[in-house]
């Protein structure tokens, strides 16, 4: 089975520009999770989905945006890129039972250089 | 209120030795404590997992020591071996604040020497 697929793997963009970020969760999988590791940091929490709808949102600013469609996938959207930004963005997927802790499943993550 | 403090920050182990790493919160509405392992180019993946109700986890050989009354957990990593070598995560999650969301420890880079 495919485990949680992120595209893409690298990406350099400029200061001002924007971003999208795509993640397919493992299938069955409901809930994605957005995660930003700054290099040497642990991850820190920008969003969680479920069945479309924003369950949580992290300290991130309003540049940061997210999605999810019908079929589960989700994006990541940031606007006005700074310097700051520049880490490893992950995604992360699960069956999400409400109420119930579970695993979360990570993908490896997009690299995301902003100059 | 929302931290979690992971030490040491780097830890060098015998290969056959006993890896131990330290984590503390501060929020008591955390009620789940996983430990992630991470190698370079790849995302967190979930090692073991504990429960506030329960003192002591174990799965082959990871051990989770979990303190409710200090707010203190500890991953013990019994024989390690070179292949141990990674970056360890902590991390506390709670379902209240936003989310199903997990707040991570800096981090622990284990070296397993020969």
């Known amino acids: 089975d495919a485990g949680v697929t992120q595209s893409p793997t690298h990406l350099i963009k400029t200061r001002g520009q924007h971003v999208t970020l795509r993640c397919s969760p493992i299938s069955g999988h409901k809930s994605v999770s957005w995660y930003q590791q700054v290099l040497g940091q642990g991850p820190q929490f920008i969003f969680q989905y479920y069945e479309k709808e924003e369950r949580g949102r992290g300290n991130f600013p309003d540049r940061f945006s997210a999605r999810q469609f019908p079929n589960y996938s989700s994006e990541l959207n940031v606007n006005a890129l700074l310097l700051g930004d520049s880490a490893l963005y992950l995604c992360?997927?699960?069956?999400?039972?409400?109420?119930?802790?579970?695993?979360?499943?990570f993908g490896s993550g997009t690299q995301l250089s902003v100059l | 209120q929302q931290q979690v403090k992971q030490s040491p920050q780097s830890l060098i182990v015998q290969k056959g030795g006993i890896s131990i790493i330290n984590c503390a919160y501060e929020?008591?509405?955390?009620?789940?404590f996983p430990w992630y392992q991470q190698f370079p180019g790849k995302g967190p993946a979930l090692l073991i997992a504990?429960?506030?109700?329960?003192s002591e986890k174990k799965e082959g050989r990871f051990t989770i020591s979990f303190n409710k009354s200090a707010k203190q957990f500890s991953l013990h990593i019994m024989d390690s071996q070179p292949g141990d070598s990674a970056t360890y995560f902590c991390?506390?999650?709670?379902?209240?604040?936003?989310?199903?969301?997990?707040?991570f420890g800096t981090g622990t880079q284990l070296k397993v020497e020969l």
């Open positions: 929020n008591t509405a955390f009620d789940y």
């Open positions: 992360a997927s699960s069956l999400d039972q409400q109420g119930v802790r579970e695993k979360l499943f």
């Open positions: 991390a506390a999650g709670g379902l209240t604040g936003g989310g199903n969301k997990l707040t």
């Open positions: 504990i429960r506030p109700d329960v």
